[in-house]
């Protein structure tokens, strides 16, 4: 709507650092995201899975109580500005791990230290639910395989953007409306097809849109859960391209999941390799697919051709 | 003959007693909506079941009650109510707004200014002002409890893309005390800005859904509104009532014969008061 278009350098201001960020930082040395002893179960669990070598790291499955253990004692350090890949087979725990740190799933026993924000010595997953929301409206930016779970579809595309810049109490229709369009220009979809409704557009316009949306308040890290799967080859390539350039231009740390190697090796400074909930081997993304360690990960590359 | 007795206020004491309780609560937390055993009535649920609960178990002996129904005192909603309360309590009523200590309403404040003892009793069908924007009781409970209203203003923003402005009429959402999103019942925008700092008491009441909510006096009560789009209230572009010839109160326009349209003041004893005052100055100078 004509009414409606204002250009972004109006609004410089308004994306000033938010009240609990510390823009100060200088994060280089330090990790922006440090995850130490993750571990998610679905079951009660029992003195043999509960106990640290109980069972076998080739099942995630107790054979004694049944319960399947998504996450197993998971650690990393992710880098302001850089990209972790996270590969694994389905059911490995990879999605599960960023849906934990987005505060989708609820996990039972870790800690997560976010160096962006204001309680850098809080265990993110100890604060409380107000706080939990300002860390994932401000800090964060999630883009999920499916783009039914990141866009609500009969919203506008820049309602969809405006929502993430509402929950961080923007509260000016012009600079939300040249923010979407400043977004959306960048993820290459036509200004004028901003007021359309997601339901409306492609597969990879919606994960575009899903990007976007996940960017709006310049979050410091995204978390990307298979965002090209279900998608074809030149959308794909699209998308990765798209995700690479943001990740130069921006300098916005990202863990990207993925079960195919070929996005892990165009997108990945580092990977980690998961496998029935456990990390079992991390490094430099070249050393991981050209000088693979782990037995698994040996099979995992070797099957690549 | 059998003759039927009741107690005072139709109500048993105990009952009267609870629901006190509960507005109590919902005075000390502004805009917080309290759950109430919403009792059975000789009205049905949905005719302001809400709205006559809380008035009976705040009517004594020496009140004064008004009952309105979209402005006006004679609709068949508050002539019903107005006889039940006489005849169970047989205290006195009035189509007075002055007059009254208790005014039930649907739909509408009086536009005469109120007095700081006065209390209005709104009758509220829905309480829930995110029920638009989320289904689940569940869920907005808990963006009461954190305070997460983002639905909300997505859907007036979504409405000035759509529209061009924030195209809601009635039952416009308001802030109470910078804490709860309140719904004032399905009043016009007109009434919105009287519950900022005023200093009678608003009680809600939504029989069906069993809540009780309340704006106590003297409150900060905003209508939601964004930086660049304030809110506005009905504009009736100088049109005055063709009765009294008010322009300060709140028109309904009336289609008229013709294609054209007539304003007349929503409040009739509002109106009716400015005629009888115009009528005893034209005695005066005659």
């Known amino acids: 709507m004509e009414h409606l278009q204002i250009n972004i350098n109006d609004f410089d201001d308004e994306l000033s650092p938010f009240d609990g960020i510390d823009h100060t930082l200088t994060w280089k040395d330090e990790p922006l995201l440090k995850v130490r002893r993750l571990n998610k179960k679905y079951g009660s669990g029992c003195m043999l899975c509960e106990s640290e070598h109980g069972m076998s790291e080739k099942v995630n499955r107790c054979p004694n109580c049944a319960t399947v253990w998504a996450m197993r004692n998971v650690s990393f350090d992710l880098y302001p500005g850089e990209i972790l890949g996270i590969v694994g087979e389905s059911g490995s725990g990879k999605s599960t791990l960023v849906k934990s740190l987005y505060f989708d799933e609820v996990v039972d026993q870790g800690e997560a230290y976010l160096q962006a924000y204001e309680k850098q010595d809080t265990n993110i997953f100890e604060l409380s639910n107000q706080q939990k929301r300002f860390v994932r409206n401000h800090l964060m930016g999630m883009v999920y395989q499916n783009p039914l779970l990141g866009l609500r579809m009969n919203v506008s595309s820049s309602g969809n953007i405006a929502e993430k810049l509402l929950a961080a109490d923007h509260r000016h229709v012009g600079f939300m409306r040249a923010r979407a369009s400043e977004l959306l220009n960048q993820v290459e979809i036509p200004i004028s097809r901003m007021d359309e409704a997601p339901k409306r557009f492609s597969g990879g316009m919606q994960q575009r849109v899903q990007i976007s949306k996940a960017l709006a308040n310049r979050p410091p890290l995204l978390l990307l859960d298979e965002v090209t799967t279900g998608l074809d080859l030149s959308v794909q390539a699209k998308v990765l391209d798209l995700i690479r350039r943001l990740q130069r231009q921006l300098g916005v740390a990202m863990l990207v999941v993925s079960h195919d190697l070929g996005v892990i090796r165009m997108l990945a400074d580092r990977t980690m390799v998961m496998r029935n909930g456990r990390v079992i081997e991390q490094g430099m993304t070249d050393q991981i697919l050209e000088d693979p360690q782990h037995a698994y990960t040996q099979l995992l590359v070797h099957s690549l051709l | ?286």
């Open chain 2, 1 to 286: 003959m059998f003759e039927q007795n009741y107690n005072f206020a139709f109500l048993d004491e105990a009952s009267k007693r609870e629901i006190r309780r509960a507005t109590l609560k919902a005075i000390a937390i502004p805009g917080y909506q309290v759950p109430f055993a919403s009792r059975e009535l000789p009205i049905g649920r949905g005719w302001g079941t809400g709205g006559l609960q809380l008035t009976l178990s705040l009517v004594g002996k020496e009140d004064v009650l008004k009952v309105i129904d979209q402005g006006s005192d004679d609709s068949v909603n508050a002539v019903s109510i107005r006889r039940l309360v006489e005849d169970t309590t047989g205290i006195r009523t009035t189509e007075s707004t002055e007059e009254a200590s208790i005014i039930q309403t649907r739909h509408r404040t009086p536009d005469h200014p109120l007095r700081n003892d006065q209390i209005m009793v709104y009758q509220v069908p829905k309480p829930e002002p995110l029920r638009d924007v989320e289904p689940s009781e569940t869920a907005t409970a808990r963006m009461h409890g954190e305070m997460d209203y983002s639905p909300m203003w997505l859907a007036l923003y979504e409405n000035i893309v759509k529209y061009g402005n924030m195209a809601r009429g009635a039952d416009y959402p308001v802030m109470i005390n910078k804490r709860y999103l309140m719904a004032p019942s399905p009043i016009p925008r007109w009434d919105n800005p009287k519950f900022h700092y005023a200093g009678f008491l608003s009680l809600f009441g939504a029989g069906r859904e069993k809540k009780i909510y309340a704006i106590p006096p003297f409150t900060h009560v905003e209508s939601l509104h964004f930086d660049d789009y304030p809110f506005e209230i009905e504009n009736f572009d100088g049109a005055s009532c063709i009765d009294c010839g008010s322009a300060n109160g709140f028109l309904q326009v009336i289609p008229a014969k013709g294609g054209t349209w007539i304003h007349r003041c929503s409040d009739t004893a509002f109106c009716l008061a400015r005629r009888n005052a115009s009528l005893k100055n034209a005695e005066v100078q005659a």
